[in-house]
């Protein structure tokens, strides 16, 4: 079972940054992508981001693209996420996943979450 602990949230105004982590631990697969998902209060969780094992290809929503960059160095080494640009209606608690299934952005795929980390953009 792999592990994964996010980091990096916090209050932010409109327009402005943040960057999130997610550190895997543990067991880890030789071969699987990871995703950044977002839960906001009263909604069903939603796909944010991935990034496969080696990095080079990425997948992003609609909604972030242009504003938010996932990235990794290493298939053992963090995931990041760049948030630019930020609105209110990014605000939302921000979970990493581990998945087997190639650029995939169904959260039944994902089978590892992290505990999530609180993004709260203010207006």
């Known amino acids: 079972q792999v592990q994964l602990v996010e980091s990096g949230g916090g209050l932010v105004q409109a327009g402005g940054s943040l960057s999130l982590s997610c550190a895997p631990s543990g067991r880890t697969f030789t071969s699987y992508s990871m995703g950044w998902f977002r839960q906001a209060p009263g909604k069903e969780r939603e796909f944010v981001a991935g990034i496969n094992w080696s990095g080079d290809y990425t997948y992003y929503a609609d909604s972030v693209k242009g504003r938010f960059t996932i990235s990794r160095d290493h298939a053992k080494n963090p995931v990041y996420l760049q948030m630019n640009s930020l609105k209110p209606e990014d605000t939302a608690v921000y979970l990493c996943?581990?998945?087997?299934?190639?650029?995939?952005?169904?959260?039944?795929?994902?089978?590892?979450w992290g505990q999530g980390t609180q993004v709260t953009v203010s207006s």
């Open positions: 996943a581990v998945t087997r299934v190639y650029g995939s952005r169904w959260e039944s795929d994902f089978d590892s």
